[in-house]
C-alpha cells in the first residue's frame, strides 16, 4: 500500500507539472507575440497587435511624435513615435500677460497656464468725445486697468511724457514710443519739444521737361549732386537723392551715367530730408539703434486710441508711419486727434516718431 501511494503522489506530481509547464509555455508564446510586435532597431517591425502598437496607431491618428531616429537613437518606428511624443513640449513664446484673461494655455513646458490679459470692457466715457471739442475732465485711459508706464531699462530717446513724467510705454501693445526727431545741420536727433518735419522717402521730385534718364545717372545744378532714383523715358517727373537743394528752376546736367545730357526743370520738391542725405523717414528711425523703428498706421492708430494723447508729450501733430497707401504716398496719423490720411511721399512732410 506504502508503494503505490508513492506511486500516486508521483503521478499527482507530474501532472501539476505538464500543467505549470504549459502554462508557462503559453506565456512565453503570448510575451514572444508581444514583443515580436514591438520589435526596434533594425529589426522589421511585425505590424502584430499589441499594447505598443496601439499606442503607436493613436499617436499616428494625432500625429503627434515623429518615426525618425531622434537624440536616443533609432529604435524603430513604434519607439521612435512613442518617445518623441512622450518627451515634445510646446516651444511658444506667449506669457499670461498676452493671454486673454481665464483662458487657459501652455507656453514653453506642460504645465498649464492661466492669462491676465484684460479683457475688453466697455467705456463709459471715451477718450476723445464723439461730440466736437476735447474731453473737460477726463485724463485717464478708458479702461483704468491699463495705465501708461515707463519703459525699463530706459533708452536714449524714450519720451518723457513731459515734465519729466517719462511715460512713454502703451501697456496694450508693449511699444515704447520715442520723441520727435529733429535735426541740427546734418545731426539727427531726438528732441523733446519741437522736432524738424520730414518727408516720408526723402527724394527731390523735380518737374521737368519731356525727359530720359537711367537710374543711378548722376546730374548736377548750384553745385549739387542729384542721383536719379528711377529710369525715366520721355517723363515729365524725375526723382532724385540729393546731397543739397538745388536752384529754383535751370538745368540739371548729366555727370555720369545714361541719360539726357541736360535736363530742364521748372520746380522741385522734397527739401526736407536734404541735410541728413535724403535718407528716409524709416531709416531716420532704425539708424537711431536699440531697436527704433518707424511705426505702423495700425500702431499709430491704436496709440490714439489707448490714451497717446494724455501720455506722449505733445500728441497734437500728425506722424509719417510706414504703411503704404501707393508707390507715391503713404499713410500719416494724429497722436491727438486720430486723424489718418495719405499724401504724397516726396512732397507731404510729417513728424516722425519712432517705436520699440
Known sequence: MFK?????????????????????????????????????GF?????????LKAVYDSLTSLSHGSTAAGSWGDWGAYWNRTRSAGEW?????????????????????????????PNPTSCSTQQYHDS??????????????LTWTTASPAVTG????????????????????SQYLGHTGATVNFVATGGSTWNWDGTYGFTVTSANATAGATYTNNGQTFTVVATIAASTSLSTTGTGSPAASGTLTKATGTGDATITFS???????????????????????NGWRLPA????????????????????????????????????????????????????????????
Open 43 to 51: 529589426s522589421p517591425d511585425s505590424g502584430e497587435t499589441s499594447p
Open 158 to 177: 524714450d519720451d518723457t511724457g513731459g515734465a519729466g513724467a517719462n511715460i512713454n510705454k502703451d501697456p496694450r501693445t508693449g511699444l515704447i514710443w
Open 89 to 117: 513640449v510646446p516651444t511658444d513664446a506667449a506669457a499670461v500677460t498676452d493671454v486673454k484673461n481665464g483662458i487657459t494655455f501652455h507656453s514653453t513646458s506642460r504645465t498649464q497656464l492661466t492669462g491676465t490679459y
Open 4 to 40: 503505490k501511494s508513492k506511486v500516486k503522489k508521483r503521478v499527482v506530481l507530474f501532472s501539476s507539472l505538464a500543467v505549470l509547464l504549459a502554462a508557462t509555455v503559453v506565456s512565453v508564446l503570448n510575451y514572444v507575440h508581444f514583443v515580436s510586435a514591438e520589435q526596434s
Open 297 to 356: 498706421q495700425k500702431e499709430l492708430d491704436q496709440a490714439y486710441i489707448d490714451g497717446s494723447n494724455f501720455n506722449l508729450t505733445n500728441p497734437a501733430n500728425s506722424f509719417w508711419s510706414v504703411t503704404e497707401a501707393s508707390p507715391t504716398t503713404a499713410w500719416s496719423v494724429n497722436l491727438s486727434s486720430g486723424n489718418t490720411i495719405t499724401n504724397n511721399k516726396a512732397t507731404y512732410s510729417y513728424y516722425v516718431r519712432c517705436v520699440r
Open 267 to 289: 520746380a522741385f520738391s522734397g527739401t526736407n530730408n536734404v541735410a541728413v542725405g535724403s535718407k528716409t523717414a524709416a531709416l531716420l528711425c532704425s539708424e537711431r539703434g
Open 132 to 145: 466736437f471739442g476735447l474731453p473737460v475732465t477726463q485724463t485717464t485711459n478708458c479702461t483704468n486697468t
